[in-house]
């Protein structure tokens, strides 16, 4: 799935294939952000944070603390929060923006800067 993104494959295929996927929910919620669909993009990021909440809890993530952006496997569900920050500040949401930021800053303080670097 991951290298199936990362060849180019549009993520609405990729989501349909994986709907688990966090990832593939961000890189979709990107996808339509780049065409200036804001509210579609800040939903499709609304699933992937809630499909990557649900996979931290099943690693036994209990609702705090670290979730590094250095464990390959956690960089989609970082990815989806990213997302959704930028989607709740494309419509205004202050409080949803402040709120993520902190979440992100709390789970690993280079997401934010990692995620940006990479685009």
Request: proline share 5%; charged share 30%.
């Amino acid at each position: 799935m991951t290298a199936a993104l990362a060849a180019g494959r549009d993520p609405e295929s990729v989501v349909r294939e994986h709907p688990e996927s966090p990832l593939a929910w961000g890189e979709l919620s990107d996808a339509a952000a780049a065409e200036g669909r804001e509210i579609e993009a800040y939903a499709f990021a609304r699933v992937g944070y809630h499909r990557g909440l649900d996979t931290l809890r099943k690693s036994g993530w209990r609702g705090a603390g670290p979730v590094p952006w250095s464990h390959e496997p956690n960089r989609g569900v970082l990815r989806a929060l990213y997302a959704l920050r930028r989607g709740a500040e494309a419509i205004g949401e202050v409080g949803e923006v402040e709120r993520l930021t902190e979440f992100l800053n709390g789970a690993d303080a280079t997401a934010i800067t990692e995620i940006e670097a990479a685009r």
